[in-house]
């Protein structure tokens, strides 16, 4: 049996039956038994491969979503994590290992109230709303978590063809992000009861904790020792310099890791050869077409005529967040899988020539976004690509009259 279980295809043989014992309604204890009986451990990059496999073999993503908790809590403890790189000091996986603990302390805090709900009287209940809402407000601090996950760190799983366990965590992401967007719209009810509290904490406010805390887990027992292994310095260089553009969560690194021996500024290098763009209506340097593109009240993203991502505008006041990780990505992955179908639904009727604008405006934190896809065609009707297009139209929507004379706002 030592010769099967040192045989990394028998383990992984092994974990996928297991895994799909789950899926057919085995409860988590007995396949967790079995787990330990014939396995001890797996190395977890052999997991990742698991999933992935699962997800070719055709098991669709929604229903690994589903089995993604339970096989978490299986192989809690039981993934081995020897052979993974250390992490220094201020990388960007210790920033995020940092967070962790920030979150796992709130969550503690959380859950020690909720803990109190069944001996909770009227009489106590606003001063526990407030506290619970308080504690949420810094749970839900997670989301820059997960956006960094999203946009910085799965298009480098995607180039290494690893695809399908950065979509179940997404998925993931996207639940967790409805539990606690719902557990502070609950704690805002009014005139809300002992009774009400109590059922809310098992519907939404419980499983939000439990959610975020079982995410950590996933991450530090596959998501970051797999990076480590995966990425170059010069990969964590890139995704250092564009942490800061979606920011931190209740915790700000106090030491920013450089890589060592890494050449900087190598990417400005077509700037400083001053080169001019010739175009039918004239010419611009390169910096003129920087300042031209980041100075229009607009946010604007260019996908190929292949579906990657190739360019976004880089105005001081974008609406939504883009940075360059994203640059070569199928734009399907830059989509929570919820939305992939319209991308999708947009992209077909574009190519086919069935349409060739698709509008879409949302009320976004009070502030009216105008959002429209624009096919780009070239000078013989062919599919070029798509271009988003983004703007805020909040204040030219209060518009009046004329305005004739010359005037600064």
Not at 191 to 198: G, N
Not at 231 to 257: A, F
Not at 359 to 380: C, D, K, M, Q, V
């Amino acid at each position: 049996m030592s010769e099967q279980i040192d045989n990394s295809q028998f383990r992984k043989t092994k974990l996928k039956e297991l895994i799909l014992k789950l899926h057919a309604g085995e409860s988590q204890e007995t396949v967790r038994q079995a787990l330990l009986e014939t396995l001890g451990s797996i190395p977890y990059g052999e997991v990742v491969e698991v999933e992935q496999e699962l997800i070719e073999e055709g098991l669709p993503e929604q229903e690994v979503l589903k089995l993604c908790d339970a096989h978490s809590a299986v192989l809690k403890d039981s993934v081995d994590l020897s052979t993974s790189r250390q992490v220094p000091q201020g990388h960007p996986i210790d920033v995020m290992i940092q967070e962790n603990k920030a979150l796992k302390e709130v969550a503690n805090t959380i859950n020690k109230v909720l803990a109190t709900l069944d001996q909770i009287e009227q009489t106590e209940v606003a001063e526990t709303v407030l506290n619970l809402t308080g504690q949420f407000n810094m749970l839900i601090d997670v989301d820059k978590h997960y956006q960094r996950k999203e946009y910085l760190l799965f298009p480098y799983l995607e180039k290494a063809g690893v695809t399908g366990p950065p979509k179940v965590m997404w998925g993931k992401h996207d639940e967790m992000r409805d539990l606690l967007k719902g557990s502070l719209e609950i704690l805002k009810t009014a005139d809300i009861t002992p009774d009400d509290l109590r059922a809310s904490s098992q519907i939404v406010l419980q499983p939000a904790v439990t959610g975020v805390v079982e995410m950590i887990m996933k991450e530090e027992q596959i998501l970051f020792p797999m990076l480590m292994d995966t990425l170059s310095d010069s990969d964590w260089n890139e995704i250092q310099m564009q942490s800061l553009e979606i920011g931190y969560c209740l915790y700000d690194p106090p030491v920013e890791w450089k890589p060592d021996g890494l050449v900087e500024g190598a990417g400005d290098e077509i700037r400083k050869q001053g080169i001019n763009i010739q175009l039918p209506s004239g010419s611009l340097t390169v910096d003129d077409l920087l300042a031209i593109l980041n100075t229009l009240p607009i946010d604007m993203t260019f996908v190929d005529k292949d579906d990657k991502v190739k360019y976004f505008s880089q105005s001081a006041d974008r609406i939504f967040q883009r940075n360059r990780a994203i640059l070569n990505r199928d734009v399907r992955h830059c989509h929570p899988p919820a939305s992939a179908h319209i991308v999708d639904k947009i992209l077909a009727d574009f190519k086919s020539g069935k349409q060739d604008r698709a509008p879409f405006w949302i009320n976004l934190g009070g502030r009216f976004i105008h959002i429209e896809y624009f096919a780009l065609r070239s000078s013989n009707g062919e599919y070029a690509g798509t271009l988003e297009v983004s703007q805020d139209l909040t204040e030219l929507r209060k518009l009046e009259g004329d305005q004739r004379i010359l005037s600064y706002k």
